[in-house]
């Protein structure tokens, strides 16, 4: 059977969205429509697919699809593109909402000019939740020694709803970030695969950051991980709580003061076109 899916292509500092009304329309397989439309040459091209859902325990649900067409927990970037989605569209005209997803409830709040401050919720740092196979009991896990491919590393692992792997760099622009990120992603640490951030230090305030995005591949940017980032350098002791994240498409501003505190990561976000495509159903 033929479809007709009227699609939202949406950004945050580069880390690129495709948005699906599934409030108002009867929507295809999502599985198989990311894995279709997520290839950039043959499709629409995204690192994820959000997807708009009625929610019992918040105001909405996002459901979230990588571009292989796994479902994921968690995307900071993509819950502003979705907020900004649903004022644009008269879904809501509050200031501040909460969405629920995989990795719990999260609260955006809009702060003008498009550009959205998220409630990410307290930092995970027990290893078995986050989860990863290094470190034990109820964590920190910093700089937990792992062996890829040849390279002694350092690891700092953090979990905002979605698991992350922190990597010290002196040169993060020179570094092999494709090699080493697939395959710390796959690696028998990780029981779920894990994001890997690539991060150099440049001062107690400003960080620089790549992201190897778990079924993704490289991204411009990841709020998620920017916050997985903030809080590893908070506990490292070689950053403050309130930080600048540079990415490569752009800066998010992370506050985390420690402790059981939640995570605020605020930066902006942007609609790009809206189209729709024909999928055809097996």
């Given at each position: 059977?033929?479809?007709?899916?009227?699609?939202?292509?949406?950004?945050?500092?580069?880390?690129?969205?495709?948005?699906?009304?599934?409030?108002?329309?009867?929507?295809?397989?999502?599985?198989?429509?990311?894995?279709?439309?997520?290839?950039?040459?043959?499709?629409?091209?995204?690192?994820?697919?959000?997807?708009?859902?009625?929610?019992?325990?918040?105001?909405?649900?996002?459901?979230?699809?990588?571009?292989?067409?796994?479902?994921?927990?968690?995307?900071?970037?993509?819950?502003?593109?979705?907020?900004?989605?649903?004022?644009?569209?008269?879904?809501?005209?509050?200031?501040?909402?909460?969405?629920?997803?995989?990795?719990?409830?999260?609260?955006?709040?809009?702060?003008?000019?498009?550009?959205?401050?998220?409630?990410?919720?307290?930092?995970?740092?027990?290893?078995?939740?986050?989860?990863?196979?290094?470190?034990?009991?109820?964590?920190?896990?910093?700089?937990?020694?792992?062996?890829?491919?040849?390279?002694?590393?350092?690891?700092?692992?953090?979990?905002?709803?979605?698991?992350?792997?922190?990597?010290?760099?002196?040169?993060?622009?020179?570094?092999?970030?494709?090699?080493?990120?697939?395959?710390?992603?796959?690696?028998?640490?990780?029981?779920?695969?894990?994001?890997?951030?690539?991060?150099?230090?440049?001062?107690?305030?400003?960080?620089?950051?790549?992201t190897w995005e778990r079924g993704v591949g490289e991204t411009l940017a990841c709020g998620s991980g920017a916050c997985a980032v903030a809080v590893a350098s908070v506990l490292r002791g070689v950053a403050g709580p309130r930080l600048v994240v540079e990415l490569r498409g752009g800066e998010l501003d992370i506050e985390w003061p420690g402790g059981d505190?939640?995570?605020?990561?605020?930066?902006?976000?942007?609609?790009?076109?809206?189209?729709?495509?024909?999928?055809?159903?097996?």
């Amino acid at each position: 059977m033929r479809r007709s899916v009227k699609f939202t292509k949406m950004h945050g500092i580069g880390n690129d969205f495709v948005v699906l009304d599934g409030l108002g329309s009867e929507l295809p397989p999502l599985d198989a429509f990311a894995a279709r439309f997520g290839d950039r040459h043959k499709g629409i091209g995204f690192d994820q697919l959000l997807v708009l859902r009625a929610s019992k325990a918040a105001d909405f649900r996002m459901e979230i699809f990588n571009a292989e067409g796994g479902q994921v927990e968690m995307c900071g970037n993509g819950i502003r593109a979705l907020f900004k989605y649903l004022r644009d569209r008269g879904f809501t005209d509050r200031e501040e909402i909460a969405v629920e997803t995989l990795g719990g409830v999260v609260r955006p709040r809009w702060v003008g000019e498009d550009r959205v401050a998220v409630d990410m919720g307290p930092p995970v740092l027990a290893p078995a939740k986050i989860p990863t196979r290094l470190g034990e009991g109820d964590g920190p896990v910093l700089d937990a020694p792992l062996e890829i491919l040849g390279r002694s590393l350092r690891v700092s692992c953090v979990s905002m709803g979605n698991p992350h792997a922190v990597v010290y760099v002196d040169d993060v622009d020179a570094y092999p970030v494709s090699e080493v990120g697939r395959a710390i992603e796959i690696d028998d640490a990780f029981p779920n695969r894990v994001n890997v951030e690539f991060v150099q230090t440049v001062t107690r305030e400003r960080l620089r950051q790549r992201t190897w995005e778990r079924g993704v591949g490289e991204t411009l940017a990841c709020g998620s991980g920017a916050c997985a980032v903030a809080v590893a350098s908070v506990l490292r002791g070689v950053a403050g709580p309130r930080l600048v994240v540079e990415l490569r498409g752009g800066e998010l501003d992370i506050e985390w003061p420690g402790g059981d505190a939640s995570v605020i990561m605020t930066g902006p976000a942007a609609e790009v076109f809206s189209g729709r495509v024909d999928f055809e159903e097996a």
